[in-house]
């Protein structure tokens, strides 16, 4: 009876978090950056430079530099695709905070990497790793030691640092 509890509430846990994204993907995005934004139309590429920060809904995407890519239709509307942030990643959600060195989020497929030492903080449980993968459709969040992205380079447990987990709880009373 507590098994089938506990996987209903997880159901009602993933659809909640997927019914939320779904809110987050009508919502307009905004882009700012202390020291400028530059648009090049050529590239349809959107830069954003210092204390840079892209939000949509309920999450902020924030880097010291964050370059955005954007498809426009024939009606001139906008719509952006891809945005790669470099330094001092954090990514805020309701329910986490991801920090890294890098990061890259495909829009299409609402997934976003993290590259460089990767910091998972879930309410009082912790996750740290070289790589991680947020696939915001589930709400699952991967890390990993290799990069996701570059299939020749998977390398064995030892050739890279492991990927540490730390559960909250009550510390020992000594």
Same mark, same amino acid.
């Given at each position: 009876? +507590?098994?089938?509890?506990?996987?209903?509430?997880?159901?009602?846990?993933?659809?909640?978090?997927? %019914? !939320?994204q779904?809110?987050?993907?009508?919502?307009p995005?905004?882009?700012?950056?202390?020291?400028?934004? %530059?648009?090049?139309?050529?590239?349809?590429?959107?830069r954003?430079f210092k204390?840079a920060?892209?939000?949509?809904g309920?999450?902020?995407?924030y880097g010291?530099?964050?370059?955005?890519?954007?498809? %426009?239709?024939?009606?001139n509307?906008?719509? +952006?695709?891809?945005?790669?942030?470099?330094g001092?990643?954090k990514?805020?959600?309701?329910d986490?905070?991801?920090?890294?060195? %890098?990061?890259?989020y495909?829009i299409s497929?609402d997934?976003i990497?993290?590259?460089g030492? *990767?910091?998972v903080?879930e309410?009082?449980n912790? +996750?740290?790793?070289a790589?991680a993968?947020?696939?915001r459709?589930?709400g699952?969040?991967?890390?990993l030691?290799?990069d996701?992205?570059?299939?020749?380079?998977?390398v064995t447990?030892?050739?890279?640092?492991q990927?540490? *987990?730390? +559960?909250?709880g009550?510390? !020992?009373?000594?």
């Amino acid at each position: 009876m +507590l098994n089938i509890l506990a996987i209903g509430m997880m159901c009602f846990s993933l659809f909640s978090y997927a %019914e !939320s994204q779904d809110k987050d993907k009508n919502e307009p995005v905004y882009i700012h950056g202390d020291n400028g934004i %530059e648009i090049d139309r050529v590239r349809k590429e959107i830069r954003a430079f210092k204390n840079a920060s892209v939000k949509r809904g309920t999450s902020t995407l924030y880097g010291d530099v964050l370059y955005g890519y954007y498809t %426009e239709d024939s009606k001139n509307k906008l719509t +952006l695709t891809r945005v790669d942030a470099i330094g001092n990643i954090k990514i805020t959600m309701p329910d986490k905070t991801l920090r890294a060195r %890098e990061g890259t989020y495909d829009i299409s497929k609402d997934l976003i990497v993290f590259r460089g030492d *990767v910091r998972v903080t879930e309410k009082e449980n912790h +996750l740290k790793g070289a790589y991680a993968t947020m696939d915001r459709k589930t709400g699952r969040t991967t890390v990993l030691n290799y990069d996701p992205l570059d299939p020749k380079k998977r390398v064995t447990p030892r050739a890279q640092n492991q990927v540490r *987990v730390l +559960l909250g709880g009550q510390k !020992s009373g000594k």
